[in-house]
């Protein structure tokens, strides 16, 4: 199936030069007015748009940025084709959402060029979304089979956010770890119900064999090379490992942990607290910082629950826009 291409300019030559450039290997859509660009972005989905910067009534620029505001059409690639040379322009088409320019006088290598490469990136978001899709799926599987708190990765890959963050992580790198939170307990789809749902204190047994979730969850995920993958392999394998190496399943200690392991052991607890379980009543929060206080050095690596501590406020935004619902 070939890409889909909405093609805009108000110059029928130039759409006439486009539409001989691209016309063997793309599906192509023609628009010679703002108006029409929007009306047309909605209903075929292109997979990139081509917009002139000048036009009469509604300009290159207004028509990004409506295309920009509509849920519809927002993730939509738009590359400006302008003679114009001024930076000024330039700043004002990435300002409103444009991911580059082609200069006119309009050259087809220049043109073919461009236009691959950025379907290339569209391919590579919409390869980044399914992978996310998935995660999202199987963490929500491992959530259904252990204790049905719907919004136990929600909150608790939010919390990790906010810690990461905090800690200097960046907002990529921050997202990353959120976005494999999700993961941290898929190995409970293979613990038996009669375990994974016991309303008593498990016996040493039984404790031996909830443990193994945490191997069953790294053969879930596997060894895709994948960063996102990578991540939550390594939340899944380390995140009951504790500061003073009392943990499982290798006994790590200190800093040999992971410290995306270390950021996820302290969001998983305190949300695990503050919330009603099987086999426990809701603490308040209160209750729940002083027990994790307790815990600090022994658990939880003391700088970091110095500093989830100290973004409390951002914490309980979550735990309230993400409350179960009864």
């Given at each position: ?14 759409l ?31 997979d ?67 236009v ?24 929500r ?51 038996p ?12 047994e ?20 994948a ?20 943990g ?16 996820v052991a ?5 949300d ?26 022994k ?28």
């Amino acid at each position: 199936m070939h890409a889909k291409i909405l093609l805009v300019d108000d110059e029928p030559s130039n759409l006439q030069l486009l539409r001989q450039t691209l016309k063997e290997d793309y599906e192509l859509f023609f628009a010679k007015d703002g108006k029409t660009t929007l009306q047309l972005a909605e209903q075929n989905k292109p997979d990139l748009i081509l917009l002139d910067v000048l036009m009469p009534l509604m300009d290159g620029f207004e028509t990004c940025r409506q295309l920009k505001s509509n849920p519809k059409t927002k993730h939509i690639p738009v590359i400006f084709i302008t003679s114009l040379n001024d930076t000024i322009d330039e700043s004002k088409g990435f300002e409103v959402g444009g991911v580059d320019y082609i200069s006119k006088p309009i050259k087809p290598i220049t043109v073919k060029a461009r236009v691959k490469t950025h379907l290339t990136l569209v391919d590579i978001a919409e390869l980044r979304r399914t992978q996310l899709q998935i995660i999202e799926c199987l963490g929500r599987a491992a959530e259904y089979k252990d204790d049905d708190t719907g919004q136990h990765v929600s909150r608790m890959s939010r919390y990790a956010k906010v810690l990461a963050k905090a800690v200097g992580f960046s907002e990529e790198q921050a997202d990353l770890l959120m976005n494999a939170v999700p993961m941290h307990d898929i190995g409970k789809i293979g613990i038996p119900d009669s375990i994974l749902m016991k309303q008593a204190v498990l016996t040493p047994e039984e404790r031996d064999i909830m443990r193994t979730h945490v191997e069953i969850g790294v053969k879930i995920i596997g060894e895709d090379p994948a960063e996102l993958f990578r991540i939550a392999r390594t939340v899944a394998q380390h995140h009951h490992e504790k500061w003073d190496g009392s943990g499982y399943p290798q006994g790590l200690k200190e800093e040999k942990i992971p410290i995306e392991a270390r950021i996820v052991a302290i969001a998983d607890v305190f949300d695990a607290l503050t919330n009603k379980r099987p086999y426990k009543p809701e603490w308040s929060v209160e209750q729940a910082i002083e027990y994790m206080l307790e815990q600090r050095g022994k658990h939880f690596d003391p700088k970091l629950l110095s500093l989830f501590i100290e973004n409390m406020p951002s914490i309980l935004e979550i735990k309230a826009k993400f409350a179960d619902q009864n």
